[in-house]
Nanobody, 119 residues
Framework: QVQLAESGGGLVQPGGSLRLSCAASGSIGSIYAMGWYRQAPGKQRELVARTTSSGYTNYADSVKGRFTISRDNAKNTVDLQMNSLKPEDTAVYYC?????????????WGQGTQVTVSS
């Protein structure tokens, strides 16, 4: 079974930094995209950042200039460097991996890791 192991969450003060990491294991096959979503209490899950196999990246407007997504195709990992964190960034962050549409699109989700930004 496919597993997405997330790490790096925690409590940080405003203006601080965290680095989230997600490692995928199992029989995923070809990966089309890897990214991070987040969900805050009372809100819908939203895209934070995503990177495709062709190298394109996409960020939520609220995190542009502060967050950076990176991937290692050989290791099947995706990281999210989060700088200048704000209380509004507080949420559960979920790793997301999408299998290539060429072999049948399928999405996989991690269990989520809590990020809390507070003084």
């Amino acid at each position: 079974q496919v597993q997405l192991a997330e790490s790096g969450g925690g409590l940080v003060q405003p203006g601080g930094s965290l680095r989230l990491s997600c490692a995928a294991s199992g029989s995923i096959g070809s990966i089309y995209a890897m990214g991070w979503y987040r969900q805050a209490p009372g809100k819908q899950r939203e895209l934070v950042a995503r990177t495709t196999s062709s190298g394109y990246t996409n960020y939520a407007d609220s995190v542009k200039g502060r967050f950076t997504i990176s991937r290692d195709n050989a290791k099947n990992t995706v990281d999210l460097q989060m700088n200048s964190l704000k209380p509004e960034d507080t949420a559960v962050y979920y790793c997301n991996v999408v299998r290539s549409p060429f072999v049948g699109e399928r999405a996989y989700w991690g269990q989520g890791t809590q990020v809390t930004v507070s003084s």
